[in-house]
């Protein structure tokens, strides 16, 4: 057995993907590796075939948010406006049934 296999979260490091993703591949085939009981071992230059492809070296998991992007107002700020958009529609509401009620009365 080669010493210089990688498990699936060295391989996921050097493509810069997370462990499942490593996993998903070994499944679809586009990776070979040696099962061990529920590990799988890969050996290096399989791994390195597929960081041209994939990418490799960046970091793993979500991106970061963009600045400036709809996500970046405050959750207070936004309570607030929708609190006031609320009370606003409420009470031109009760203003018109006020008035409809008004006019029935005259009648």
Not at 55 to 65: A, L, Q
Not at 74 to 89: G, I, V, W
Request: net charge positive; proline share 5%.
């Amino acid at each position: 057995m080669n010493k210089n296999l990688l498990t699936t979260q060295q391989a996921a490091t050097e493509l810069g993907v997370n462990d499942s993703r490593v996993r998903q591949l070994i499944r679809a085939g586009e990776l070979k590796a040696q099962q061990f009981g529920r590990a799988y071992l890969l050996e290096p230059s399989e791994v390195q075939k597929l960081v041209g492809k994939i990418g490799g070296g960046g970091k793993t998991g979500r991106p970061p948010k963009a600045l400036g992007g709809p996500t970046t107002a405050k959750p207070a700020q936004t309570t607030a406006k929708l609190n006031r958009a609320f009370r606003e529609a409420t009470e031109a509401e009760e203003a018109s049934k006020k008035k409809a009620t008004k006019k029935g009365a005259k009648r």
